[in-house]
């Protein structure tokens, strides 16, 4: 390796060193003066040389050390306080030991592991840092230029649910988490806007908090209620109110008369299946019949029994069978007859005036039945089921149905079925396309007459989502006309569900904040 190779500026290698598994670099700043980090005046005059070591990513397999003489000036501005100062580099930051693409690496693995864990798995890339180092660069790396947010999304999480709070702040155009405060309350997020003068929109949820905490800060930033939650409390109100109309769940389909129909019509399905065989085979007996057509083929071209079999591979006598046979052959059971089956139109009439078996079992009895009361009993079982056989939908598949943007043939066939049967489900179902459409195509215009013609209704449910949108009907309105929702700020939050899962829920605050923060810049 060449010495002169090192791709660090603004320094020389004066010597390599090997030894065991670390390369040693020795160099040597070679910078001939130095702006004080105070003042900004350049100075020429040298105070002293120091050395400071420095670890670096490793090179060819390899930890990597570098041994750095670095300058110390004197400040010759007889106004600056500071007098003396060490000279800076642009590959490492002041008073740190780890350069900067070491540090980047570093941060890379710990975005999304434990500090424990990053520090095992350096090893393997021979650097040797321990956890609480690890820790100690993830909160120093935060830098936050307040000047560049002007459009910010807001959105509450849980530390610990029905415990402890906090918010989310992240910027709506670079989609970069800013911030993270603990609390949800009116003053928390009041203290936190004022730091930010030039904010201009935020997009949050229907939280009366963040609205009165906005509204109070400054009443000249725009507030976007989020379209998703919008929608969403739509949905949960109709649930209620088909909940309470119709129940959890719903009748979409009775059985059919087929399904109804007593085991007589069975057996004359079967009578009828007799009598059409060549049109209804199975495949086992097709191949079958098949077979017996190629038997007679060969017997027409003159062959013997004998010859036949031998050809087909075949016993002679299934080969005479077969010769003989005029239609195909199968071995299907025709249906049972049994004690019942002279009685079953009595039953049906008997049924219609009393379902008690017992008194069923006794008339018949009179009139000559000389079978056991269980086949009675059994029999009566087989006709509830049938007569009660209907297809039931429960109330999230009806949801489901209704509310969604996109659904399946069989569910479109489910909604024409509930649309035309069920008045309250199919208002429900128009209630909820004609906002979704507002929403969608920014109709801001039939916003107000949507809202009249709802509370001519007078449906409770219903109207609670109407008082909803009432009260925020600025942001409500901001919301069909801006693009920006919280649906950004929605992901970020499960990003830090699954941090939170990793840090074991011990880490502090700061922690947290920074490492949600940084893992949005890798």
Aim: proline share 1%; hydrophobic share 35%; with cysteine.
């Amino acid at each position: 390796m060449n010495n002169n190779d090192m791709i660090f500026p603004d320094i020389k290698i004066i010597n390599v060193n090997e030894y065991k598994d670390i390369i040693y670099y020795v160099a040597e700043s070679v910078k001939k003066s130095c702006k004080c980090p105070n003042c900004g005046t350049i100075s020429l005059r040298m105070h002293s040389k120091h050395l400071r070591t420095i670890k670096d990513i490793s090179q060819i397999g390899k930890k990597t050390i570098i041994k750095l003489i670095e300058h110390k000036y004197f400040c010759d501005n007889p106004k600056c306080e500071r007098k003396i100062f060490t000279e800076t580099f642009d590959f490492i930051d002041t008073k740190q030991r780890i350069t900067k693409r070491a540090i980047e690496l570093i941060l890379s693995f710990a975005m999304f592991m434990s500090a424990e864990q990053t520090s095992k798995i350096l090893k393997k890339y021979f650097i040797d840092i321990s956890p609480d180092t690890i820790l100690n660069i993830i909160k120093n790396k935060i830098n936050i230029e307040q000047k560049e947010v002007n459009k910010i999304g807001i959105d509450d999480f849980s530390f610990k649910k029905r415990q402890r709070y906090g918010t989310v702040i992240c910027d709506l155009e670079s989609h970069k988490i800013i911030d993270i405060i603990e609390g949800r309350d009116l003053e928390s997020i009041k203290e936190w806007l004022s730091k930010y003068n030039n904010i201009e929109i935020i997009s949050r949820d229907g939280s009366y908090t963040y609205s009165g905490a906005i509204t109070q800060t400054d009443d000249r930033i725009i507030q976007i209620t989020d379209r998703f939650h919008l929608i969403k409390n739509l949905i949960e109100d109709v649930k209620e109110y088909i909940k309470k109309e119709y129940g959890t769940r719903i009748i979409i389909d009775e059985a059919s008369n087929k399904e109804n129909q007593c085991n007589t019509d069975n057996d004359d399905k079967v009578n009828e299946e007799s009598d059409n065989e060549e049109q209804s085979l199975t495949i086992s007996e097709q191949k079958k019949w098949e077979l017996i057509q190629k038997v007679k083929e060969l017997k027409e071209q003159g062959l013997t029994d004998s010859k036949i079999a031998i050809e087909l591979n075949l016993d002679r006598r299934t080969v005479k069978k077969y010769r003989l046979a005029d239609k195909p052959i199968n071995h299907r059971r025709s249906k049972k007859k049994t004690i019942l089956d002279s009685y079953k139109d009595e039953i049906a009439n008997i049924y219609e005036k009393t379902k008690i078996a017992k008194k069923i079992y006794e008339i018949l009895k009179e009139k000559g039945y000389k079978g056991s009361y269980s086949t009675i009993k059994n029999y009566i079982k087989e006709l509830e089921k049938n007569k009660k056989k209907r297809k039931f939908i429960n109330i999230n598949k009806i949801m489901k149905i209704i509310s969604a943007n996109k659904i399946s043939d069989e569910e479109k066939k489910i909604l024409e079925i509930i649309i035309e049967k069920y008045e309250g489900i199919k208002l429900m179902y128009k209630i909820i396309n004609e906002f979704k459409d507002i929403i969608k195509n920014r109709k801001i215009e039939k916003l107000e007459g949507y809202i009249k013609n709802i509370k001519k209704l007078k449906i409770k449910e219903i109207n609670r989502f109407i008082e909803g949108i009432e009260k925020d009907k600025e942001a409500v309105k901001n919301a069909i006309l801006y693009r920006y929702s919280n649906g950004l700020i929605e992901g970020i939050i499960n990003k830090l569900k699954t941090i939170k899962r990793q840090m074991y829920g011990r880490a502090s605050l700061i922690l947290l904040r920074n490492k949600l923060i940084l893992s949005t810049d890798l």
